[in-house]
């Protein structure tokens, strides 16, 4: 049996830990792990400790082939069988034995000193008074863990016991002020638009990146005409009223335009989607009206009385031509009613004379009195989407006829003119 085996065996005898055995023998418990496990061996101090402290023979922990009794209480001596040996053989006997033992335990000191030395002052000693220190520090930063070496040291002997690497946690970032990129700039007939960039300032990382875009730029007049989209240029003197909601009704103001150009936008934002009533009544100086697309209303009487006006464009958002639109304008030469007009009021245009035809879309169901009194001095042409289901009615909304228009001709102009110029016309 090895040294090591007969440590356990001991220790394991006696209940003990190895931190049990070693505080008994005055050692460290890595000497003790080390020696139990065969990487060392105790030295001649500390094998005589371990002797007297299980009670063996010096020779029973050395020889491995030792196959006497371990204890030193139990070593017998084999006697002859004849006649006892004399006192004085006996005595002789026993000190060859200790010489012998002497002589071994010298020699596996000695290894142990050539194998051991390096090692030796460490397993036997106990370290008390432990402090701890950082080294090796390594500050983190935005894009890499920091880290430090944590030191135990013995306060009294000064040698390092335990070292352990730990690792800092990454820092933020430093945010920079943000900065524009891929800048496109805005026309008058689009939008402009960047990229609005956020980066570290530290390790210059893209952190944010947001797209936004740029309202369209001013038009460029130049003989009121824009040089970039051919945009008339807006009439100025114009009356702008606020809705309150971002939209705004238009009048003529002080303007004294003869083509007048109503634009999307009034001078403060406001979407433009209404003409007054009344609005260019009476103006005799106006020959064309621009109106915008944004407009879905015109008033009463807007453009009544404007006797030279020639030309003008309903848009398409309209859905009621009220009562005295047109009426006086004589000079007016072509109109075109958008499909999705429903109503044509009364007078709406009467005295047009200048009107050479005219086309109700299928879209009408009702026009009122009067609607084309005098138009084109009853010569021109009117022509209907549907020229079926036509009723009549006067002022009290009481029935009065039917008229069918199945001919499909476009002569029907008479009965709105001159035969029933004083009723109201429904779809049936």
């Known amino acids: 049996m090895k040294l090591s085996e007969k440590l356990i065996a001991l220790r394991k005898e006696k209940g003990w830990s190895q931190e049990d055995f070693a505080e008994k023998l005055y050692v460290s418990r890595q000497a003790i792990s080390r020696w139990e496990n065969g990487t060392a061996l105790p030295d001649a101090q500390n094998l005589l400790g371990i002797s007297k402290l299980f009670n063996v023979s010096a020779d029973y922990l050395l020889n491995d082939e030792y196959e006497g009794a371990r204890q030193d209480s139990e070593i017998e001596t084999i006697e002859p069988q004849t006649a006892p040996p004399a006192p004085k053989k006996k005595h002789l006997y026993w000190c060859w034995i200790l010489a012998g033992c002497l002589f071994l335990s010298f020699i596996c000191i000695g290894i142990l000193l050539v194998m051991n030395a390096g090692d030796r002052s460490k397993a036997s000693v106990v370290h008390h008074a432990l402090y701890t220190i950082v080294e090796n520090e390594s500050a983190p930063t935005c894009t890499a863990e920091g880290s430090y070496d944590e030191v135990v040291y013995c306060k009294d002997c000064g040698e390092e016991v335990l070292r352990t690497t730990k690792s800092v946690a990454k820092l933020s970032h430093t945010l920079s002020s943000s900065m524009k990129m891929n800048e496109i700039a805005a026309t008058c007939t689009t939008e402009g638009s960047y990229d609005e960039i956020v980066c570290c300032t530290v390790c210059k990382e893209e952190l944010l990146r947001t797209h936004r875009s740029t309202a369209m730029g001013a038009h460029q007049f130049q003989n009121r005409q824009c040089i970039v989209c051919g945009q008339a240029q807006p ?146 042409t009117i022509t209907l989407g549907i020229y079926k289901g036509w009723e009549v009615y006067d002022s009290s909304d009481k029935f009065v006829a039917e008229v069918d228009f199945s001919s499909g001709t476009a002569t029907e102009f008479e009965y709105f003119t001159n035969r029933f110029p004083e009723y109201v016309w429904k779809r049936s």
């Not at 309209?318 to 007078?347: A, H, M, Q, R, W």
């Not at 009467?350 to 009067?370: E, H, N, R, T, Y």
């Open 235 to 380: 009439s100025e003197g114009l009356l702008f009223m606020s809705g309150g909601d971002g939209t705004c009704s238009v009048g003529v103001g002080d303007s004294r335009d003869e083509d007048i150009v109503i634009p999307e936008y009034s001078p403060d934002g406001d979407k433009v989607t209404q003409i007054n009533a009344n609005a260019f009544a009476g103006r005799n100086q106006v020959k064309s009206i621009q109106i915008p697309e944004t407009v879905t209303i015109i008033g009463e009487g807007a453009f009544q009385d404007c006797s030279n006006l020639e030309t003008v464009n309903l848009p398409k958002g309209i859905t009621n031509i009220y009562s005295y639109t047109f009426d006086g304008c004589k000079s007016l030469k072509e109109i075109t009613i958008p499909t999705g007009v429903l109503y044509i009021g009364e007078k709406a245009f009467a005295d047009c004379m200048g009107l050479k035809s005219i086309a109700i879309p299928a879209s009408v169901g009702k026009i009122g009195m009067f609607a084309f009194e005098n138009f084109s001095d009853g010569k021109g």
